[in-house]
């Protein structure tokens, strides 16, 4: 699924697995660039196939073929056949407004109570 080098120029020198690894690191972790483990390929080069496998869909490819194997290893029909939502998250999403609208949220407003008690 990992795209072929570019024709012309150098040959790949790179560990693909080792992209991967690195890719799959700073996704499941969530640590900085920086953190990355030092027997990984450099941040920078794993920083540019991340880019550049997101913008060519190749990290969206590897994703729904692990998710259809997953779903295959757990014995269970490759697509869900269905899906819930819950009517209260609905509601309160179709509700919108703004979160200054909130109960209580006095937006740096000082109540008259709160005045009061100061004084």
């Known amino acids: 699924m990992i795209p ?14 080792g992209v991967v690894n ?3 690191y700073i996704l499941s ?11 990984l390929p450099p941040r920078s080069t ?13 990290l969206g490819r590897i994703h729904q073929a692990q998710y259809v194997q997953c779903r295959e290893l ?8 269905a899906a819930i939502i819950d009517s209260q ?7 919108g407004g703004s979160r200054f609208d909130l109960p209580g949220y006095d937006a740096g407003k000082r109540s008259k109570a709160r005045s009061a008690m100061s004084w």
């Open 46 to 58: 794993v920083n540019d196939y991340l880019r550049r496998w997101d913008e060519d869909g190749t």
């Open 22 to 24: 690195g890719i799959m």
């Open 29 to 39: 972790t969530g640590c900085q660039w920086a953190a990355l483990p030092k027997d």
């Open 89 to 95: 998250s609905v509601k309160s999403a179709e509700k």
């Open 74 to 81: 757990a014995e269970r029909e490759t697509s869900p056949p």
């Open 4 to 17: 072929a080098a570019k024709p012309g120029g150098n040959k790949r020198r790179i560990d693909r697995a």
